[in-house]
């Protein structure tokens, strides 16, 4: 099944150019979270994508610039807590007209401005968007925000941030894990994927993955926010939502393992997994 996914990754012909293999548009960040940002358009243009933008809070953009060389940038109206502002809405959709993806999330905080912000990106963009960390958090109560959505939408909550969105205890889905992915792709139309050991990718249309790659080694830090950038890379190359998110999983997976092997699960860190998506990627495509 995973091969038959893979098989649609765009093979690179010699007469191509950056603007052939998807341009993914990343809004992450905010202060003390510039990691997040850096690790998800890191991922994003590791998986393939030919032209990545990081929308970032304008106080953080000169981090961005030095943390991110390959990745452009594009600095934003912030809050006061220097997050992500409402006021950088029209920005924001002026500026997806030029991308083929949406990453939305990683290191975004809570801010109320900010979750506003989200909410309103996803009732007005009209491109696929990967959901992620407080992107997640900013729609409790907001749900249904995502069935009016008439692009592709994939979400990617950990257990926690799927126990918000439920309002049911941790404990109890984590018993039904694809029961409960499943559910929740059904009734909202998107393709759900519920992170943790055999992170579960369920859509619509009834059809359930659960993953076998990956390892402990990964329970750190920023290593979800480089799935984020990997699915959305490949639904900016063309690559339909569910393939797309059962791809990023089962990459990212084997890249924690490639990581796993030549430094222990101990002390991975979410980089190592950037490190590893070459080898991961070269020896299935």
Not at 25 to 33: E, I
């Amino acid at each position: 099944m995973v091969k038959e996914h893979i098989s649609k990754i765009p093979r690179r012909k010699e007469d191509t150019h950056k603007g052939d293999f998807g341009h993914v548009f990343v809004l992450a960040g905010s202060v003390g979270m510039t990691g997040a940002a850096y690790l998800a358009s890191k991922g994003a243009l590791l998986s393939g994508s030919g032209l990545v933008t990081c929308g970032i809070p304008e106080s953080l953009n000169g981090i961005m610039e030095v943390k991110l060389t390959e990745v452009m940038t594009l600095p934003l109206p912030e809050t006061k807590s220097r997050s992500l502002g409402l006021a950088a809405l029209g920005r924001v959709l002026q500026f997806s007209e030029k991308a083929d993806c949406l990453a939305v999330g990683p290191g975004i905080s809570r801010d109320k401005d900010t979750s506003r912000l989200v909410r309103e990106v996803l009732k007005k963009v009209k491109k696929p968007v990967v959901l992620d960390a407080d992107g997640i958090n900013s729609l409790a109560g907001s749900e249904d925000i995502l069935k009016k959505r008439k692009n592709p939408t994939v979400i990617t909550p950990h257990p926690g941030e799927m126990s918000r969105l439920l309002g049911q205890k941790t404990s109890i889905l984590q018993r039904n894990r694809e029961k409960v992915a499943l559910g929740f792709a059904k009734k909202y139309r998107v393709i759900l994927v519920l992170k943790g050991y055999r992170s579960v990718v369920a859509a619509p249309n009834g059809a359930v993955y659960v993953n076998e790659t990956g390892n402990s080694g990964m329970s750190t830090a920023g290593v979800g926010d480089v799935l984020t950038g990997m699915i959305a890379s490949f639904l900016g190359q063309g690559i339909e939502a569910y393939g797309a998110a059962v791809i990023g999983v089962y990459l990212h997976g084997k890249a924690g393992d490639l990581a796993a092997r030549d430094k222990g699960q101990f002390s991975m860190l979410a980089g190592d997994v950037l490190d590893k998506l070459p080898e991961a990627i070269r020896d299935e495509v």
